[in-house]
Nanobody, 119 residues
């Protein structure tokens, strides 16, 4: 599985961005698709995830503002970010937890896309 994230950029507070993550599939069964973020001086934070194609979880800090979604083929993952705040400034990484008979449970990561929110 290979992941390619895009869609980051500079936006003013209150604005919106949509992140995309292209997922190149192999035979892995996908359990979880999601987004993490890392900001300077802060711990890595789980932003949102989709578990087993249906259940979604969000960090408290983004609930009501961000929406995670994916396509039915599990080849694309999205993060719609609305009402952005300066605290949302971070590098955003998409990830997939997959499973194969050979490797078992494996995590795959995209390269990260920078989101900067100006006040």
């Amino acid at each position: 599985v290979q992941l390619q994230a895009s869609g980051g950029g500079l936006v003013q507070a209150g604005g919106s961005l949509r992140l995309s993550c292209e997922v190149s599939r192999n035979a892995a069964h996908i359990n979880i698709m999601g987004w993490y973020r890392e900001a300077p001086g802060k711990e890595r934070e789980l932003v949102a995830r989709i578990i087993s194609s249906s259940t979604t979880n969000y960090a408290e800090s983004v609930k009501g503002r961000f929406i995670i979604s994916r396509d039915n083929a599990e080849t694309a993952l999205y993060l719609q970010m609305n009402r952005l705040k300066p605290d949302d400034t971070a590098v955003y990484y998409c990830y997939v937890n997959g499973w194969t008979p050979v490797s078992g449970s494996v995590y795959y990561w995209g390269q990260g896309t920078q989101v900067t929110v100006s006040s």
